[in-house]
C-alpha cells in the first residue's frame, strides 16, 4: 500500500514569489491536512481538506491557500512569499470517513522549502 | 483550548538506559492521544496509540506509553536505549468534531550515547 506523497522534495524560491506544494494521500483516504514546521514554532495546523472542502484552518495569513481534488490529492498554495515562510511543510492523510475526530494520520515526507 | 506540553526539549540518555520523555495534556480527556517520531528531514512516524481501550499502550520499536487520566498524562518509555532511538519525538492528541486536526507539543529531541 502506498504512503503519502508529497512532492517536490526541496524547493528554494524567492522572496515575493509562490509556490505550490502537492500531497497525495493514501489510497482511501478522503482527509488531508497541512502542518507547517519550523524550529521556533515547532508543528503547525494550516488547514484540513475533506471531500474537496476545507473544514478546518489554522490561524495563517491568507497567503496560505489549499484546495482538493475530487481523486483525494490536495495542493497548498503560498503566495508573495516572505523569508519567515521557510519551513518544512508537511501533509498528512487520514482515512475518517466523515468521522469528527482523527483517529491515525499517516505523514509524508515533507518539502522543505527555503526563501532566499 | 486543548494544549499538549512536552517537558524538556532535550533528553539524552546512554545506550541500553531506559527512555523517558514527558507528555502532558491539557485537562479535558482528548478522545486520542499519539507519539510520533522523526528522523531529520524525513515526516512524522507513528509510534502508538492510546483509544481508551487500555491504559498502557504498546507501539512499535520497543516502545510503550501509559495513559494516566489523573496526572493528564501520556509518558513515553523504552526499557532499554538503542542508537537507533536518537530522533525527535512529539506528542500530539486529536480533537472532538475537528476532523483531521492534530495538536502536537514542541517536540523532544532524544541523544542517546554510546
Known amino acids: 500500500k502506498a504512503g503519502v506523497t508529497q512532492t517536490p522534495r526541496y524547493l528554494i524560491k524567492t522572496r515575493g514569489q509562490q509556490v505550490t506544494l502537492s500531497c497525495s494521500p493514501i489510497s482511501g483516504h478522503r482527509s488531508v491536512s497541512w502542518y507547517q514546521q519550523t524550529p521556533g514554532q515547532g508543528l503547525q495546523f494550516l488547514f484540513e481538506?475533506?471531500?474537496?472542502?476545507?473544514?478546518n484552518k489554522g490561524n495563517f495569513p491568507g497567503r496560505f491557500s489549499g484546495r482538493q481534488f475530487s481523486n483525494s490529492r490536495s495542493e497548498m498554495n503560498v503566495s508573495t512569499l516572505e523569508l519567515g515562510d521557510s519551513a518544512l511543510y508537511l501533509c498528512?492523510?487520514?482515512?475518517?470517513?466523515?468521522?469528527?475526530?482523527?483517529?491515525?494520520?499517516?505523514f509524508g515526507q515533507g518539502t522543505r522549502l527555503t526563501v532566499v | 483550548a486543548q494544549s499538549v506540553t512536552q517537558l524538556g526539549s532535550h533528553v539524552s540518555v546512554s545506550e541500553g538506559a531506559l527512555v523517558l520523555l514527558r507528555c502532558n495534556y491539557s485537562s479535558s480527556v482528548p478522545p486520542y492521544l499519539f507519539w510520533y517520531v522523526q528522523y531529520p528531514n524525513q515526516g512524522l512516524q507513528l509510534l502508538l496509540k492510546?483509544?481508551?481501550?487500555?491504559?498502557l499502550v504498546k507501539g512499535i520499536n520497543g516502545f510503550e506509553a501509559e495513559f494516566k487520566k489523573s496526572e493528564t498524562s501520556f509518558h513515553l518509555t523504552k526499557p532499554s536505549a538503542h542508537m537507533s532511538d536518537a530522533a525527535e519525538y512529539f506528542c500530539?492528541?486529536?480533537?472532538?468534531?475537528?476532523?483531521?486536526?492534530?495538536?502536537f507539543g514542541q517536540g523532544t529531541e532524544l541523544s542517546v550515547k554510546p
Open positions: 492510546y483509544t481508551s481501550a487500555a491504559t
Open positions: 481538506y475533506f471531500s474537496e472542502t476545507q473544514r
Open positions: 500530539a492528541v486529536s480533537l472532538y468534531n475537528q476532523g483531521g486536526k492534530l495538536i
Open positions: 498528512a492523510s487520514s482515512k475518517l470517513q466523515g468521522a469528527s475526530v482523527n483517529t491515525e494520520a499517516f
